[in-house]
C-alpha cells in the first residue's frame, strides 16, 4: 500500500449463494439439507475491483440498481468478507449503512443513543460527552423517552445519523442515508458531511443523485455489473455517466 493511500481494494470479488429453489419452514430446509436436495445458484456481486484513495479524498460510488455499491462499501466497512482479494483501510470507520439497523426498537431514544454507542465502540462517558450534540443535531428533544418503535422511518434516520457522526472518523462511509428524512433534514447532514471533509475525513458515499456526488467528491468509482467501468476525477466521470 503506498504511504499516501487510506483505502486500497485489490481484486475483489465477492460471491453470494442463492437457493435456486423455494423452501417454506425451517423443517423443509433442515431435511433438504441433510439429503442433500438443496440447491444453490452462485451470483457474483462483485468481479475484480481494484482501486486505491488517498487520505482527504471524497469517492463517490455509482452504478445502476444491482451494481455492487452497498456490496462494495460492506466489504471495505468489514461487514462482509470478501470471496477473493483484499481490503487494506488505514484509520478508524464511522459507517453510515443501514441506518437503526442497531437500534432496539422497544428501548427509549435516550436508551438506544448509548446502545448505539457502545456497538460503535464509544463508551459511557463519551456518548454523554456527546448526548446534548445528538440530541440538538436530531432534533428530537421532545421525543427522547419515547421508545423507538413510536418513531417514523425518517425519525429513526435522524437519530442514527446524528449518532453516527459524532466526533471526526479517519472514514466516513454513507449509503443512500441522505435520501432519507426531509429536505431540511438532508442538507443538515450534507453540511455536517463537508465540516468531516474539511477537517481531514476521507468519504465513501453512495448516492443515486449525481448532484450530490459531484457536489460532495473528487472521485468516482462507476461499477456496472459488479465491474469497474470507470474510475478517477468525478467531474469528468458524472458528466459520461449523465449523458450515458
Ligand atoms: N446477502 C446477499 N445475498 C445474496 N445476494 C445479495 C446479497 N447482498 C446483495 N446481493 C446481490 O448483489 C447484487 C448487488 O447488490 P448491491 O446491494 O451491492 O447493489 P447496489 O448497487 O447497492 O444496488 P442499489 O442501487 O439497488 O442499492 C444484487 O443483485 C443483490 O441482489
Redesign the pocket.
Known sequence: MNQQDIIRVDHVSMR???ASEKVDSFKEYFIKTLKKQLFYDE?W?LSDVSFSIQRGDALGLI??????????LKVIAGVLKPTKGSVEVRGNVAPLIELGAGFDMDLTASENIFLNGALLGRSHEEMEEHYQDIVDFSELQNFMNVPVKNFSSGMVSRLAFAIATIGTPDILIVD?VLSVGDFHFQEKCQARIQQMLDAGTTLLF?S?SIEQVKMLCNKIVW?EK?CVKMFGEAEKIAEIYSAS
Do not use: Q
Open positions: 453470494f449463494s442463492l451470483f456481486a452504478g445502476l440498481n444491482g451494481s455492487g455499491k452497498s456490496t462494495m443512500e453512495v443515486h461499477l459488479g
